[in-house]
């Protein structure tokens, strides 16, 4: 009897062990099924993210095309009235009312910029900034160091930042005169 218990007992280990690799082969083919999902929806979310980027970038380049076209639309009544002030000029030679129409389409012009946020920057007369002034020549006067002689090109700012910088003449200080110079010597 002992050895037909050892055999059941045998027998039972072998179906035990059986049941037990068909569990874990199951449980394998299990995880390995996860797994494919997990990349599959892996790959599905970086097409989704790179279709966004790309929409994205599509929106971007859409809506500063319209910002684009709605700048331009405020400044087409100045060009169509310089249009018209040029051909009317030419139409009657009347150099007066030709000057004065155009310095009404300058005050227009000067309008909309304020409009739209925009300020010349002070320069001359005022101490040199780098953040506001690009320096192009830089001379001896009779001015303090780093004071603006000269404005080349007016800059311009827009809520505080600089949209162009202001191209001036820097003075390097004050001049030494002759005197100055031989009082230097003794």
């Known amino acids: 009897m002992t050895e037909k218990k050892m055999e059941t007992n045998d027998k039972e280990k072998k179906e035990s062990q059986e049941r037990s690799k068909t569990d874990v082969t199951a449980q394998l083919a299990q995880k390995d099924e996860e797994i494919r999902e997990y990349i599959d929806r892996i790959k599905r ?29 405020d400044f087409l009544p100045l060009y169509d009235n ?5 051909a009317s000029y030419n139409g009657n030679n009347d150099a007066q009312s030709f000057i004065e129409g155009v310095e009404r389409i300058f005050a227009q012009f000067d309008q909309l910029l304020k409009q739209k946020g925009v300020t010349p920057i002070e320069a001359e ?17 009779d001015k303090e160091r780093n004071v603006i002689l000269e404005e080349f090109e007016r800059g311009y700012l827009r809520h505080g930042r600089v949209l ?14 002759k005197e100055d110079q031989n009082g230097r010597e003794d």
Do not use: C
Request: proline letters at 3%; a positive charge; hydrophobic letters at 40%.
């Open 164 to 177: 162009r910088p202001s191209k001036v003449k820097v003075s390097k200080g004050i001049k030494a005169t």
């Open 82 to 86: 310089l249009e018209r002030a040029f």
């Open 125 to 141: 007369g005022t101490l040199f900034d780098p953040t506001k002034h690009e320096a192009l020549l830089s001379v001896e006067s």
């Open 45 to 73: 979310l970086q097409a989704e993210f790179e279709n966004y980027k790309k929409r994205v970038l599509r929106d971007m380049a859409s809506l500063e095309a319209r910002v684009s076209d709605r700048e331009i639309l």
